[in-house]
């Protein structure tokens, strides 16, 4: 099983800075099979990024994915009060699909 | 629109059963793989079983492997869920969700809770 370990556990940031959110993968699967969600509380999960880069629709530009070899990385340009949530990165290359255990960003 | 409506959920004593159902509209339903996602109470999400579109190939997470068992009805554009021998740990809000084209889930219902207690 691929484990994905995000880092921080928690963010703590104001709005207007910059968030860097990190998931490392135990082993590499393919980065066509990451994706990123957020989760507000009471709310369904939102996808954000498919194939380690790509928006979803209707996410906008200041969110932005990156990958480098099993590191896959979420940056969110200028936080917004909106942002603050609990962000998880998922992977469906390899089975079973697995998810992180999340990063929370708080509004500092 | 894509809509995904969970039902089913409900409390449930250990050793027992229930089915959850997922009503999707706006969208070819028999295109799609299905996913269900769980997430305990304060936890993190995790992925459950997934379907493709004709029903002909399924896989499960471990810890419910022999147990839970997905199944869909694209005449009814419906997922199910049939959940046996429940135990406490199988306490959580009960997600469905679309597929897309390399697994990610982009579309979601907004849960179910299934409640394992005596």
């Known amino acids: 099983e691929i484990v994905l370990t995000q880092s921080p556990g928690t963010l703590s940031l104001s709005p207007g800075e910059r968030a860097t959110l990190s998931c490392r993968a135990s082993?590499?699967?393919?980065?066509?099979?990451l994706a990123w969600y957020q989760q507000k509380p009471g709310q369904a999960p939102r996808l954000l990024i498919y194939?380690?880069?790509n928006r979803a629709t209707g996410i906008p530009d200041r969110f932005s994915g990156s990958v480098s070899g099993t590191d896959f990385t979420l940056t969110i340009s200028r936080l917004e009060t909106a942002d603050f949530a609990v962000y998880y990165c998922?992977?469906?290359?390899?089975?079973?699909?697995?998810f992180g255990q999340g990063t929370r960003l708080e509004i500092k | 629109d894509v809509q995904l409506v969970e039902s089913g959920g409900g409390l449930v004593q250990p050793g027992g059963s229930l089915r959850l159902s997922c009503a999707a509209s706006?969208?070819?339903?028999?295109?799609?793989?299905m996913h269900w996602v769980r997430q305990a109470p304060g936890k993190g999400l995790v992925w459950v079983s997934r379907?493709?579109?004709?029903?002909?190939?399924?896989s499960y997470a471990a810890s419910v492997r022999g147990r839970f068992s997905i199944s869909r009805d694209d005449a009814k554009t419906t997922l199910y869920l049939q959940l046996n021998s429940l135990s406490v740990e199988d306490t959580a809000v009960y997600y469905c969700?679309?597929?897309?084209?390399?697994?990610?889930?982009?579309?979601w219902g907004q849960g179910t809770l299934v409640t394992v207690s005596s």
């Open positions: 969700g679309r597929g897309g084209l390399s697994g990610y889930i982009d579309s």
């Open positions: 706006g969208f070819i339903f028999r295109d799609y793989w």
């Open positions: 379907i493709n579109g004709v029903g002909s190939d399924t």
């Open positions: 082993q590499s699967f393919g980065s066509s099979f």
């Open positions: 194939g380690a880069t």
């Open positions: 998922h992977q469906s290359g390899v089975s079973p699909i697995t």
